[in-house]
């Protein structure tokens, strides 16, 4: 008798299982638990041990709930614990291949590159493209970036290069295979030694510049987020979204989202003057207003409220109009004479949170604009956290 029992109890157990799936009765297919199972591996560090479906314990499904939940409130999808069709069309969806974490996680030792020269070069073209389209799209990505941030990228041609660029399919080394076409587009390493910085992109995939395939810039955009720290975004209008967004290439930006998220690892975008030639727009530095007997620019400042960027060279100040791209006229004048409680001499200058602070000496100056004088002085070297 205790024989005929053994298959019976078996099914009940088996039956018992599948109900407790978190699966809606018209999903309980073996390939969507499969799927979902895969995908919450790979994206949200799920780990329901060696077993594979439908053999579960009701520990593992409870598991698996938890998990469908995480990734539904990622997505801002109703947190229903189960694999409704529209969780599944969201995991069906071509995506990077690095894990959702939350909205630009910082930590105190997040990855970073430590220099704001930073070298890339591309190991491995498509085929899909034109090797100059490739290296067109590559470099408009890289500007994006290099346009919110004090970054510049410069392009080698060996492989000791930061960040390398790379078409592959399926197992190329790295322990983060390729599913072949759809599925993951591409993944990226955080900045550091070795792999760290480089982007992988899917060779199984279609790669293009137009409107057909997969666009190289709009991967290659997000992916650099990765390569230079960023993590997963939940806004699904930032570049660093996990799903991929066709739009035209002409069309592509970073949003808000992500220029914060940039700018909290690398500051702001400022002005850098070398050898009389501004790194961020082409010629002399007497193209824009300057006097001939100008050598150097102590400090720079952007008010953005007024369009206005405020130049220190010695005891003078330049105003420039960034509409009219002039020197304002009457300029120069005397930094006493406008800036009241402020020294003869600024040696450097920045903008936060809708105060400018002028560092003079040893003390840094805090001025409200609007008020036109000075709120506070501070040393010079609390900015240093000493």
């Known amino acids: 008798m205790d024989l005929l029992w053994i298959p019976v109890l078996g099914s009940l157990m088996l039956v018992e299982i599948l109900w407790t799936l978190p699966i809606d009765k ?69 995506r990077c291949g690095d894990p959702d974490v939350d909205n630009f996680a910082f930590y105190p030792n997040r990855p970073k590159w430590k220099n704001h020269i930073i070298t890339y070069t591309i190991a491995r073209y498509t085929p899909d493209m034109k090797k100059e389209d490739v290296e067109k799209s590559v470099r408009s990505a890289l500007k994006m970036w290099s346009d919110a941030t004090p970054l510049k990228f410069i392009k080698i041609n060996h492989r000791k290069a930061d960040i390398v660029f790379s078409f592959s399919r399926r197992t190329h080394g790295d322990f983060f295979p390729f599913d072949g076409p759809g599925g993951v ?15 992988h992109f899917d060779e199984d995939e279609t790669w293009t510049a137009g409107t057909q395939g997969y666009s190289l810039l709009s991967v290659a955009a997000h992916e650099l987020g990765h390569s230079l720290g960023l993590t997963h975004s939940r806004d699904p209008s930032a570049i660093m979204y996990p799903n991929y967004r066709h739009q035209s290439d002409a069309k592509y930006s970073l949003s808000n989202d992500d220029v914060r998220g940039i700018q909290t690892l690398y500051g ?55 509409h009219n791209r002039r020197m304002d006229p009457g300029f120069p004048r005397l930094i006493r004479n406008d800036w009241s409680g402020v020294p003869r001499r600024v040696d450097a200058a920045f903008k936060l949170q809708g105060s400018i602070f002028l560092l003079c000496g040893t003390k840094s100056y805090q001025y409200d604009f609007r008020q036109k004088q000075v709120v506070n002085v501070i040393p010079g070297k609390s900015w240093l956290g000493c």
């Not at 720079?300 to 130049?311: I, N, W």
């Open 26 to 94: 018209d999903q309980q297919r073996l390939e969507d638990v499969e799927l979902a199972e895969d995908y919450l591996k790979r994206f949200y560090s799920l780990n329901l041990g060696d077993h594979r479906p439908p053999v579960r314990s009701v520990r593992s499904a409870s598991t698996m709930e938890e998990k469908i939940q995480e990734m539904q409130n990622f997505f801002g999808l109703k947190e229903t614990g189960n694999m409704d069709p529209h969780t599944l069309n969201v995991m069906k969806e071509a």
């Open 185 to 199: 587009l591409a993944h990226a390493f955080m900045p550091g030694m070795g792999m760290g910085g480089d982007v």
């Open 268 to 322: 702001h975008k400022y002005w850098v003057v070398e050898q009389l030639k501004m790194k961020s727009r082409a010629g002399s530095i007497y193209e824009y207003g300057f006097s001939s007997r100008v050598r150097r620019v102590d400090a720079a400042v952007h008010v953005s409220e007024y369009g206005k960027t405020m130049f220190f060279v010695g005891e003078f100040y330049y105003r420039y109009d960034e």
